[in-house]
């Protein structure tokens, strides 16, 4: 009889019934040639908890309360349920460590895919979430039933502060709540931050007393972390109510950090997605975008890029429904990759659709997301051929059209500026 080697099996029990506090874990997962399901399951809850490759000499007999158990088992999605006491409190950095950590790397699996996980009660009273929630935003913004609006000036990097400022003004005067920095636009050469936030503030204010509304704007402060907490305590010495991060390449730490410090200067934070998709592009590896945006919830950020189906960037009607759903709603029941979730204390999160949209196609993204969103309208206001002011009232002409139940071609007889957004680029799907 060969002597018992690897102890994977150990860690697959299709009986069992997670505690009230385990952490239960959602996977896509698909074994290499020669390994069974059972195996590779093990493998997963394993190597993600408590084992290793092979059985040890001697153990303390608490280790096996701490195991994880892989206990259901559907086609090529699988449960893992996590132990409380595996985790420690409030660190995002060591959860995504075993989770989402060295089995990505494992020969015995072909492909692995974290979609969701379930945070019960006990984990979650460890994190702040979101300072201000959307009621809060717009109650700051006095905004009541319309989507938020914001645009980045375009193309995203190459103006001066100076230059950057106005386009940002004629966005404000056409209507936008927010000017957004996009993501590789910290501090240049040409454009430096301390300037652009000056520039800026001068602008605002001056779009704030020709309006009568209030403006403000999503000024990225991306840089080492200390840094950032300078650039942010700027933000709020200049009188700017957000900063923004981009939070993939920040690292969760980071995220963790201006989250604590953020919240006495009194910033929301805006999120920016940048590098997601080396990761959550893949169907079939890696960590999905909705479950990102569900830790980026967790830590604390006010709002995120969610996609748009319809624009210029990869990302399903279904996908997108379903991170709106992990940011905005308070309990979640499980549907499609989605597991139950009751949010408690943690407040909602704006989903932020952006990338390839123009007047045209701002009743689609309605369609999908409701007016609970920030619709970011870049390229498709600045390419109008009256330019950016006009972009902006097009783009808020296609919002009242849509949510007063007229066609945009039939809002256009009575607004010029929808009538020539929709002579350039009707309803084109970018690529």
Same mark, same amino acid.
Not at 32 to 54: F, P, Q, Y
Not at 138 to 151: C, D, E, F, I
Not at 158 to 186: C, Y
Not at 340 to 359: C, E, M, R
């Given at each position: 009889?060969?002597?018992?080697?690897?102890?994977?099996?150990?860690?697959?029990?299709?009986?069992?019934?997670?505690?009230?506090?385990?952490?239960?874990?959602?996977?896509?997962?698909?074994?290499?040639?020669?390994?069974?399901?059972?195996?590779?399951?093990?493998?997963?809850?394993?190597?993600?908890?408590?084992?290793?490759?092979?059985?040890?000499?001697?153990?303390?007999?608490?280790?096996?309360?701490?195991?994880?158990?892989?206990?259901?088992?559907?086609?090529?999605?699988?449960?893992?349920?996590?132990?409380?006491?595996?985790?420690?409190?409030?660190?995002?950095?060591?959860?995504?460590?075993?989770?989402?950590?060295?089995?990505?790397?494992?020969?015995?699996?072909?492909?692995?895919?974290?979609?969701?996980?379930? !945070?019960?009660?006990?984990?979650?009273?460890? !994190?702040?979430?979101?300072?201000?929630?959307?009621?809060?935003?717009?109650?700051?913004?006095?905004?009541?039933?319309?989507?938020?609006?914001?645009?980045?000036?375009?193309?995203?990097?190459?103006?001066?502060?100076?230059?950057?400022?106005?386009?940002?003004?004629?966005?404000?005067?056409?209507?936008?709540?927010?000017?957004?920095?996009?993501?590789?636009?910290?501090?240049?050469?040409?454009?430096?931050?301390?300037?652009?936030?000056? !520039?800026?503030?001068?602008?605002?204010?001056?779009?704030?007393?020709?309006?009568?509304?209030?403006?403000?704007?999503?000024?990225?402060?991306?840089?080492?972390?200390?840094?950032?907490?300078?650039?942010?305590?700027?933000?709020?010495?200049?009188?700017?109510?957000?900063?923004?991060?981009?939070?993939?390449?920040?690292?969760?730490?980071?995220?963790?950090?201006?989250?604590?410090?953020?919240?006495?200067?009194?910033?929301?934070?805006?999120?920016?997605?940048?590098?997601?998709?080396?990761?959550?592009?893949?169907?079939?590896?890696?960590?999905?975008?909705?479950?990102?945006?569900?830790?980026?919830?967790?830590?604390?950020?006010?709002?995120?890029?969610?996609?748009?189906?319809?624009?210029?960037?990869?990302?399903?009607?279904?996908?997108?429904?379903?991170?709106?759903?992990?940011?905005?709603?308070?309990?979640?029941?499980?549907?499609?990759?989605?597991?139950?979730?009751?949010?408690?204390?943690?407040?909602?999160?704006?989903?932020?659709?952006?990338?390839?949209?123009?007047?045209?196609?701002?009743?689609?993204?309605?369609?999908?997301?409701?007016?609970?969103?920030?619709?970011?309208?870049?390229?498709?206001?600045?390419?109008?051929?009256?330019?950016?002011?006009?972009?902006?009232?097009?783009?808020?002409?296609?919002?009242?059209?849509?949510?007063?139940?007229?066609?945009?071609?039939?809002?256009?007889?009575?607004?010029?500026?929808?009538?020539?957004?929709?002579?350039?680029?009707?309803?084109?799907?970018?690529?």
């Amino acid at each position: 009889m060969s002597k018992r080697v690897e102890w994977y099996l150990d860690f697959v029990n299709p009986n069992y019934k997670p505690a009230k506090t385990d952490l239960i874990a959602l996977f896509y997962f698909e074994p290499d040639t020669g390994i069974s399901v059972n195996e590779a399951l093990g493998r997963i809850a394993s190597e993600s908890s408590t084992g290793t490759w092979t059985t040890l000499f001697k153990m303390p007999s608490r280790m096996k309360k701490l195991q994880a158990t892989a206990f259901e088992h559907k086609g090529n999605t699988a449960k893992i349920a996590y132990p409380l006491d595996l985790w420690e409190n409030g660190n995002m950095p060591q959860l995504l460590s075993g989770i989402a950590g060295n089995i990505f790397g494992m020969k015995a699996l072909k492909n692995l895919k974290l979609l969701d996980v379930s !945070f019960p009660q006990a984990y979650l009273k460890s !994190f702040k979430g979101p300072k201000h929630g959307m009621q809060g935003i717009r109650k700051m913004m006095k905004v009541s039933k319309r989507p938020l609006t914001g645009a980045v000036p375009k193309p995203k990097i190459g103006f001066s502060a100076q230059e950057h400022a106005e386009i940002g003004f004629e966005t404000w005067m056409g209507g936008f709540d927010f000017v957004k920095d996009d993501e590789n636009l910290s501090s240049t050469s040409f454009n430096k931050f301390e300037d652009r936030v000056k !520039f800026m503030t001068k602008f605002r204010d001056k779009a704030e007393q020709l309006t009568g509304d209030k403006k403000d704007a999503f000024i990225n402060i991306t840089a080492e972390t200390e840094v950032m907490k300078k650039r942010a305590k700027m933000l709020a010495d200049y009188g700017w109510k957000y900063c923004m991060m981009d939070v993939v390449v920040s690292g969760t730490a980071s995220v963790q950090t201006l989250r604590d410090y953020t919240d006495d200067l009194g910033l929301a934070i805006h999120a920016h997605r940048a590098m997601h998709a080396t990761f959550d592009r893949n169907p079939k590896h890696g960590l999905s975008m909705q479950f990102l945006a569900k830790i980026m919830r967790l830590i604390g950020v006010t709002q995120i890029h969610a996609g748009t189906a319809v624009g210029k960037l990869v990302g399903s009607k279904q996908e997108v429904l379903e991170i709106a759903d992990t940011l905005r709603e308070q309990k979640i029941k499980e549907h499609g990759t989605l597991l139950n979730q009751d949010w408690q204390h943690i407040k909602s999160a704006f989903p932020v659709s952006s990338g390839g949209l123009h007047p045209g196609l701002v009743p689609n993204v309605l369609d999908i997301y409701g007016n609970e969103l920030v619709l970011l309208v870049s390229g498709g206001i600045h390419g109008h051929p009256k330019g950016t002011r006009a972009g902006a009232k097009a783009s808020m002409q296609a919002i009242e059209a849509h949510n007063s139940g007229y066609t945009l071609e039939e809002y256009a007889h009575t607004h010029l500026e929808l009538k020539q957004a929709l002579e350039k680029w009707g309803h084109l799907k970018p690529k």
